[in-house]
């Protein structure tokens, strides 16, 4: 049979497991075993643990169940909501300034948990009602949420990141520097939409409060000293993400050991501060790092196996040949390729994307001359779309669940403006690369 069409059998199957609802890990486990047991040596089917091993046992690899456990720690304790609490108290007088300050908040917490359906739900649940109290309409309020939630597979630590680094063989450190400036850009494109659009609103706040059965309530007005109460509880955990971002940029740690040290830290400030520390309090915590992980690396060492049979059988090689063949002006590549993305979004989640589609896109992009640091930037702002992109935006049923007393309607059209956003941010990174590429350099 040839290349191509085992190529098709391939990627049919894989589709055909995953549409008829097979969990993601063994849809792809499946179909490289099977196709391991028809067009490989009998003998390789005697080497699928040993190949799943030798793929995963990566020291980047080692990170993810770290920061999961940082995140968890954090995300499971009242650190979101005493963040948001901070920054409402010193921006939210004003215009716009809850806005601004539920959109400053989902990037400090996403930053520190790592996580962009912890974040929506930890800064959400404060968040939305305290905007719609204040005027902000139901979509507005709840698209501010779900974008901002996003930024957690942008900002470090990000666990998609990680794979992206593993997949593409690329430095972990500049790519988690290369988000950074994006991560920004798309914080002040957020929080200027979200200042903009209340100010519109705000002459229509008596309507959309009668609609919803709340009352107008003005903003109220905090003393110097009110501000600087706010701030104990959170410094701690600022202190942590910028202490945790020292230590890895500058030299003094691999990333697993400050995925570790960060836990670690993560555990004795929420033992410290919310009395966090009983095995009852903290069986939550570990229980969730626990499912999570073995999870992830399942579907890790999975995508994996999926990937090395893809190369043995030069379904890879030749889907890339196929590309370079087209002879495609190299932005119309990109172009292309981020629309793939874009549509395998729609119902996958980012960690399938990067290790399924990887071997393909990555040899064509780095034939056509870009840098592929650059790259993994563009692909997670494209894979963040997804997050709120109907219909497995996994954001919106986050939203849904911590306000549902908005409709999905109202949710799905507060987001779109905040998707237009994410691809104005993807156009001006493609115009301007410094954006994504400055600090590594400076850096490293």
């Not at 004003?94 to 912890?118: D, E, K, R, T, W």
């Not at 659009?197 to 229509?204: I, T």
């Not at 002006?329 to 990109?334: E, N, V, Y």
């Amino acid at each position: 049979m040839s290349e191509t069409l085992i190529g098709v059998g391939y990627g049919a199957l894989t589709l055909l497991m995953m549409f008829i609802g097979v969990p993601i890990a063994f849809a792809l486990g499946a179909t490289a075993v099977v196709f391991m047991f028809f067009f490989m040596p009998a003998a390789s089917l005697d080497t699928v643990t040993q190949n799943v091993y030798e793929e995963m046992a990566s020291i980047t690899l080692l990170s993810i169940p770290l920061f999961i456990l940082k995140g968890a720690a954090i995300g499971r304790s009242r650190a979101g909501q005493d963040l948001y609490s901070a920054l409402h108290v010193w921006l939210g007088r004003i215009p716009g300034g809850l806005g601004i300050a539920n959109v400053f908040a989902c990037a400090l917490f996403a930053a520190m948990a790592g996580s962009s359906p912890a974040t929506c739900s930890a800064i959400g649940s404060a968040g939305i009602p305290e905007m719609r109290k204040h005027g902000y309409s139901p979509g507005l309020a709840a698209g501010i949420i779900a974008a901002g939630g996003t930024l957690g597979i942008l900002l470090p630590p990000s666990i998609t990141m990680i794979l992206y680094a593993v997949a593409a063989q690329q430095s972990l450190g500049r790519l988690f520097l290369a988000g950074i400036g994006p991560g920004l850009l798309l914080v002040v494109l957020f929080a200027t939409y979200a200042v903009i659009k209340f100010s519109l609103e705000s002459r229509h706040a008596a309507a959309a409060h009668a609609k919803t059965g709340t009352l107008h309530t003005p903003l109220a007005s905090f003393s110097m000293r009110e501000k600087l109460a706010a701030m104990p509880r959170t410094l701690p955990f600022v202190i942590l993400l910028i202490g945790v971002m020292i230590a890895l940029y500058g030299g003094y740690a691999t990333p697993s050991e400050t995925a570790g040290l960060g836990a670690i830290l993560a555990l004795l400030l929420v033992a410290a501060i919310y009395r966090i520390w009983r095995p009852r309090d903290l069986q939550p915590i570990l229980s969730a790092t626990l499912r999570e992980s073995t999870m992830l690396m399942f579907i890790i060492g999975m995508s994996l196996l999926f990937s090395y049979v893809m190369s043995y059988l030069h379904i890879t090689q030749s889907v890339a040949n196929w590309l370079v063949g087209l002879h495609l002006a190299k932005w119309w590549l990109l172009t292309g390729i981020l629309f793939l993305v874009v549509i395998l979004g729609f119902f996958l989640p980012p960690v399938s994307i990067i290790l399924m589609i990887s071997p393909v896109v990555l040899p064509p992009l780095k034939a056509a001359g870009f840098d592929l640091i650059w790259f993994g930037v563009l692909m997670t702002i494209v894979m963040e779309m997804g997050l709120i992109h109907p219909p497995v935006g996994l954001n919106i049923f986050v939203i849904k669940s911590i306000a549902p007393d908005i409709s999905l309607h109202d949710i799905i059209f507060g987001i779109m403006p905040f998707i237009l956003l994410m691809l104005a941010a993807v156009v001006l990174i493609c115009l301007i690369p410094g954006i994504a590429t400055f600090l590594p350099a400076l850096a490293m």
